[in-house]
């Protein structure tokens, strides 16, 4: 439904690759090209519009092209692995929130303060409402954009990982107040941000496809000792997986209704992990949805790392496992992973 709204409003802007993943018209990745292969791309009517220097921290090396030729997406991409066939190209993919459409000015219900530790903890998302109840307590620090641009779906997950402490939220925002935003190499720019500040455990509310460039980005940050908790999304339990929760490494999350039950619309597979609350708010304002219950994750995790360390992923995924309450037959199913998580 996001997709098909995205190409109703924005259709000069947005398209969509073979398999129906939104993409940004004209734009491409392209990783380790030579000074050779540049200047080749560049003779086929391709700007280079951004270089790779700030994801250095991550060890990529990449930059993104634009097509000056208004070619279709399909024969863009085609020119470029054309001209230079050993280069990797791929499109510059589009990521959704995996919750209620991103609404701006909206505010979510305060929550409580737990009493729990002060922690850092990192959100990837639309912006941030600081005047928002749940987040009076807390310090803010952005990443993305020049000016806030508030969003309904990123200060609702802002709500559920921050929960009325004052703790200190490194909030990455990836539209700054357009309605296209999510771009991969935007998202990789947030991984490093994330990096560079040390934050241990970082919330993704946001789904698309498999994308070679957010790949690298996400195993790089494993690596370096990060945590990274990411909705599943709501296409269903037959649908595909979605990523950046089905990387290796990654805690996947999908969402339950007030009883306990698995959300029908959420996500299943092995790239789930845990589930927890997909339901924020109540009556008309409530939002629904796996991007709701991966800050809840996210939350539990940031207690149990203060700073990235070696095989954090994977040693706080054993630590939740020990936590979660398993709501099917075996210790782990497909529909809810190792159990539901509360807050």
């Not at 459409?101 to 409402?129: F, H, K, M, N, Y």
């Not at 498999?210 to 908790?229: E, K």
């Not at 991966?294 to 790392?305: G, Q, W």
């Amino acid at each position: 439904m996001q997709i098909e709204t995205l190409l109703r409003r924005e259709p000069r802007r947005v398209d969509v690759d073979p398999h129906g993943a939104p993409v940004l018209r004209g734009e491409f990745l392209a990783m380790g090209l030579s000074a050779a292969q540049r200047d080749a791309v560049q003779a086929l009517g391709f700007a280079v519009v951004r270089e790779a220097s700030a994801d250095a921290t991550l060890g990529l090396d990449f930059v993104v092209l634009h097509d000056t030729r208004g070619r279709s997406t399909a024969r863009a991409l085609h020119a470029l692995q054309q001209a230079v066939p050993d280069a990797a190209f791929t499109y510059q993919h589009l990521y959704l929130p995996a919750g209620q459409e991103d609404v701006a000015g909206a505010t979510s219900a305060a929550a409580p303060a737990s009493g729990a530790p002060v922690q850092r903890v990192g959100l990837i998302d639309g912006g941030v409402d600081p005047a928002d109840p749940a987040l009076a307590r807390a310090r803010i620090e952005r990443h993305g954009c020049k000016t806030a641009n508030p969003s309904r779906h990123g200060t609702a997950v802002a709500a559920r990982l921050v929960a009325g402490d004052p703790d200190t939220l490194y909030a990455a925002d990836l539209w700054c107040g357009d309605a296209v935003g999510g771009a991969t190499s935007n998202l990789v720019d947030a991984l490093a941000w994330m990096a560079r500040e040390h934050v241990a455990v970082v919330n993704i509310s946001l789904v698309g496809p498999d994308n070679p460039v957010l790949a690298r980005a996400v195993q790089a940050m494993i690596a370096r000792g990060h945590v990274l908790v990411s909705a599943v999304g709501n296409d269903g339990p037959a649908a595909p997986p979605l990523f950046p929760a089905a990387y290796p490494g990654v805690i996947g999350v999908s969402g339950v209704d007030a009883h306990d039950r698995v959300l029908p619309e959420a996500g299943s597979g092995d790239q789930v992990d845990f589930c927890a609350s997909g339901v924020a708010g109540n009556g008309r304002n409530a939002l629904r949805g796996t991007s709701f219950a991966a800050p809840i994750v996210a939350r539990k995790a940031a207690h149990l790392l203060g700073a990235p360390e070696a095989d954090a992923a994977a040693q706080t995924q054993q630590q939740l496992a020990g936590e979660a309450r398993h709501l099917g037959a075996s210790n782990r199913d497909p529909r809810c992973g190792y159990g539901l998580l509360s807050p």
